[in-house]
């Protein structure tokens, strides 16, 4: 728990009073206006990866000094938490650094890397679909879970079980949620991986489905996270201090998770950088996480770019020069990714690559829905981890200027695998070998490429 839980708490009920609007339309981009132009923060349309050290560290002092101007919005009392420069200075130096996740011998722990650094950042990838059909859901965590470069999971929200809609607030939530960790436990110990870590409960929104969840054993303290994130644009609710206590008292990992929404409030991604460093020293004083997730979306839902990609690296640099926690951030396109698309499987090279060159210690959400693109990321991140910053943006710069088959229609998982045997097939075994050809003539090598 973070040793300023319970001052936040009280700070909510004595804070300076706020109401939500004044505060998102002008407290908090006024701040980050002024801060931006004060740091000199600018953002290269041609960058794909922010790799100037003096940059990240003007970000970092930039974030560090918008959570010390502005705070944390209580939304439930529209008060104002604010925290001194001595507190968050020693909630930085009393941060963990690493963070073991899974269990025997699918355990995994992750330490700070540097740029460059030839340990490769782990692959959570997603498993499962967004679906009713919770068979359907079971194979496609199948199809990721047997592949050897699968370092664990992240499962996509089910929006129903046993003909129960995932309805928030009531019974039939809690269902769902149980449902999901089941069929994710199922799947681990089918692909003889039942020690696997399997990322946060997505399916639950509510602090009383996520703690009921990890009641029934089925999620817990070595194969789970308990999601603790301040929610957009600096505001916090009692729920996240709830599910914090909560995590505490349970020895279960907090996740810490900023997504700031590019072009809303925040004009650009150096502004969404600095928010991911303010959300980020808020909720290590408040929770005493570690392992962090930082990403960023446009305001169109847009996930990808040189802007996104730049936002994410940014930050993330920021964070390995001055905090050093496991950072992860997000390893695909969108949830509407297509397995046999071009734009997807380039887009995921390019986040496992910045994740490499940027310090990140990992992906969340790496990949597809199936198995192929999940071995697809892990493959890329072993394969370009050791790259310098500048061999890095000079693949991806290259990346952007490749040709893409025009996007396909989509393909049912039955026509990609046999699923008796969970083989795929060999029209998705060619689009696999099709781009293993494309990175080993950008420079790229690894030993099944081969094959």
């Known amino acids: 728990m973070g040793k300023l839980l319970w001052e936040a708490i009280q700070r909510s009920t004595t804070g300076p009073i706020m109401t939500e609007e004044k505060f998102e339309t002008e407290l908090f981009p006024t701040a980050l206006g002024d801060l931006q132009k004060k740091y000199r923060i600018e ?177 817990n303290k070595n194969n789970c996270t308990l999601p603790v994130q301040i ?82 690296s940014a930050a993330a640099l920021a964070a390995e020069r001055n905090l050093k926690l496991p950072w992860v951030t997000f390893g695909g396109t969108d949830s509407e990714a297509l397995p046999l698309c071009d734009d997807h499987w380039f887009g995921v090279a390019s986040a496992a690559i910045n994740a490499c060159i940027s310090g990140m210690e990992g992906t969340w959400l790496s990949g597809g829905h199936t198995g192929i693109e999940a071995r697809w990321v892990g493959e890329i991140s072993r394969a370009a981890a050791g790259l310098t910053p500048k061999q890095g943006v000079e693949i991806m710069k290259k990346i952007n200027k490749l040709e893409r088959d025009p996007r396909p229609d989509a393909v049912p998982l039955n026509e990609l695998y046999d699923l008796k045997t969970m083989r795929p097939s060999q029209d998705f075994i060619n689009h696999y070998k099709k781009f293993t050809r494309i990175f080993m003539d950008l420079g790229l090598d690894y030993p099944t490429w081969h094959c």
Request: net charge negative; hydrophobic share 40%; with cysteine.
């Open 43 to 219: 953002f290269d349309p041609d960058e794909p990866a922010m790799i100037d050290p003096d940059m990240a560290d003007a970000i970092f002092e930039a974030g560090k000094e918008l959570l010390l101007e502005v705070g944390l919005l209580c939304k439930n009392t529209r008060r104002i938490i604010k925290f001194t420069q001595e507190e968050i200075e020693e909630a930085i130096v009393t941060a963990r650094h690493e963070v073991t996740l899974g269990q025997g011998r699918e355990a995994i722990t992750l330490s700070p890397r540097a740029p460059g650094d030839k340990q490769h950042p782990y692959c959570f990838n997603a498993a499962g679909v967004i679906t009713t059909d919770t068979e359907l859901y079971k194979q496609h965590a199948m199809t990721v879970m047997q592949e050897p470069t699968c370092d664990g999971v992240i499962p996509m929200p089910l929006f129903a079980a046993g003909g129960l809609k995932n309805i928030a607030d009531t019974p039939a939530q809690t269902h769902v949620c149980l449902t999901e960790a089941r069929i994710m436990n199922e799947a681990a110990t089918w692909a003889g991986k039942p020690g696997m870590f399997f990322g946060i409960p997505m399916s639950a929104t509510t602090p009383h489905t996520l703690i009921s969840t990890f009641a029934s054993g089925l999620y």
């Open 231 to 312: 929610l957009q644009d600096m505001r916090v609710d009692y729920d996240r201090f709830n599910l914090a206590y909560f995590a505490d008292q349970q020895g279960i990992e907090p996740w810490i998770s900023s997504s700031p929404t590019l072009y809303a409030y925040i004009t650009g991604p150096e502004q969404g950088a600095m928010q991911i460093i303010a959300h980020t020293l808020g909720m290590l004083a408040y929770s005493g996480g570690a392992l962090t997730q930082a990403m960023s979306v446009t305001v169109s839902g847009t996930y990808t770019g040189n802007d996104i990609s730049w936002c994410n």
